[in-house]
């Protein structure tokens, strides 16, 4: 009776997992966003953002993809973010969470972005922050094409 049990259990757990597999969430798009740096902000280059957007109805809307940071005196990186975007008080609210692999391979890096756009042009700002740490960059934000992306 108790292998019957664990078997019936096991059989049931697979046949759900078919079934979320069978109805497998898609992005209806995807957004590309290219991030400055502030006026002054000496050796740091653009970050570009390649998200797909998932629009849960009621102003949620759920974004993954990429961060791509440049630099002009430090390695390029990758990492990837995930987070959501909240249209509010006449702007659109995205905050983003994102992790990419240190250099040499041996840690993960966190940091956090927090964009506020206007709803009718997705243009606006930026700060970027990395946890536990006084570095901060702020800067203008604008949409691209996602062709863009290199």
């Known amino acids: 009776m108790r292998f019957s049990k664990k078997?019936?259990?096991?059989?049931?757990?697979g046949i759900c997992l078919?079934?979320?597999?069978?109805?497998?969430?898609?992005?209806?798009?995807?957004?590309?966003?290219?991030?400055?740096?502030q006026p002054g902000l000496f050796g740091e280059g653009a970050i570009f953002l390649q998200l797909g957007v998932m629009n849960y109805g009621n102003s949620h809307v759920a974004l993954a993809g990429i961060a791509k940071k440049y630099s002009y005196w430090f390695n390029n990186s990758e990492g990837l973010v995930h987070g959501n975007a909240e249209?509010?008080?006449?702007?659109?609210?995205?905050?983003l969470s994102a992790t990419e692999m240190s250099s040499d391979n041996t840690a993960v890096i966190n940091y956090s972005f927090h964009l506020r756009l206007d709803m009718t042009t997705l243009s606006g700002t930026y700060i970027l922050t990395y946890p536990g740490s006084t570095l901060v960059r702020v800067g203008p934000v604008s949409v691209v094409s996602c062709s863009d992306w290199y």
């Open 87 to 95: 249209i509010f008080n006449g702007n659109v609210e995205v905050s």
């Open 18 to 37: 078919i079934s979320l597999n069978a109805h497998a969430v898609s992005a209806d798009e995807q957004i590309c966003f290219k991030l400055l740096p």
């Open 7 to 13: 078997l019936f259990f096991f059989l049931m757990i």
